[in-house]
């Protein structure tokens, strides 16, 4: 089939990039300058919500809860803008960081990826303005795959965004996630900076975006493929960016050949941009 049997990779099991030892469930460690890897292994998540900003905007206290393993979680970190890494806290903490932390909307923010050698990403974020896209962050991050040891393969996790501003401050925290699958998933949480003149342009009301034009169909009987590949180039062996199920819409940006280069606009690869078979896209106005 088109959507690529060799690409059925790393769908169930375990995240390789959470096999730091059997004895780990949950941690937050140093993974680069300025980023805390959270990571939930085997049969668990955790999932890191900020709560508050301090009054000055230079830090924002954290809540870790989920599960990992056989243990409930629910702790606080206190990270300090510029810091390499979080603090524990505790709950007299939400009295002292109570300016709300509220997340940019997922439209304003659009990821770009490039692969690297050895696992890593370059990636770029850019924030939607009044006057287009402008980049906000450029780094790294480690790419995580899926991988099903019952059919021995793997396949590359697609990322997501959040992003939170304080209402005053030079910094933002932005949230980079490698998107659940099953119950396992990592967060790397990252400073940015956001001085006046960002401010500015998050103030602004940008041009509406074009609504989708597609939704996926057909793809939810497969019974081992229940899924359209979102890929890096109009090939069936084209580099995995996401996956699309049935109902997700798509924004056509361009086509070369069956294949269209499409800008996701729901579910969980919301905001990816890739080549989709158009055999298993259909217009909206043809949708039942």
């Not at 375990?14 to 937050?28: E, K, N, Y």
């Not at 989920?66 to 970190?77: A, M, P, V």
């Not at 996790?157 to 659940?180: E, F, T």
Request: hydrophobic share 40%; with cysteine; glycine share 10%.
């Amino acid at each position: 089939m088109t959507r690529s049997r060799a690409t059925w990779m790393n769908r169930r099991g375990l995240w390789s990039g959470c096999a730091f030892g059997a004895g780990l469930i949950v941690a937050i460690a140093l993974a680069a300058p300025g980023v805390a890897l959270a990571c939930a292994c085997c049969d668990g998540r955790t999932e890191q919500t900020p709560t508050g900003w301090s009054a000055t905007g230079d830090a924002i206290l954290v809540r870790e809860s989920g599960r990992g393993g056989c243990e409930e979680i629910d702790r606080l970190f206190l990270w300090h803008a510029g810091r390499d890494t979080p603090t524990p806290a505790t709950e007299k903490s939400v009295e002292l960081f109570s300016v709300p932390a509220e997340a940019v909307a997922p439209d304003r923010l659009r990821l770009e990826t490039t692969s690297r050698a050895s696992g890593i990403l370059k990636v770029r974020v850019h924030l939607r303005t009044g006057d287009g896209w402008v980049r906000i962050w450029e780094g790294e991050a480690k790419q995580v795959d899926f991988h099903s040891p019952a059919e021995d393969s793997s396949s590359p996790v697609p990322l997501s965004l959040a992003l939170w501003v304080p209402p005053k401050g030079d910094h933002a925290l932005l949230a980079i996630r490698n998107d659940r699958v099953g119950e396992d998933w990592t967060t790397s949480l990252r400073w940015v900076d956001f001085g006046a003149s960002r401010r500015a342009a998050l103030a602004e009301t940008p041009p509406p975006l074009p609504g989708p034009t597609h939704e996926v169909f057909g793809t939810a009987g497969d019974v081992t493929e229940p899924w359209l590949n979102l890929r890096k180039t109009a090939s069936g062996d084209g580099q995995l960016v996401g996956e699309l199920r049935d109902g997700d819409r798509v924004l056509q940006v361009g086509r070369k050949g069956p294949w269209w280069w499409v800008e996701v606009t729901s579910g969980s690869a919301r905001g990816n941009y890739g080549f989709a078979h158009s055999r298993w896209l259909r217009p909206l106005s043809n949708a039942q």
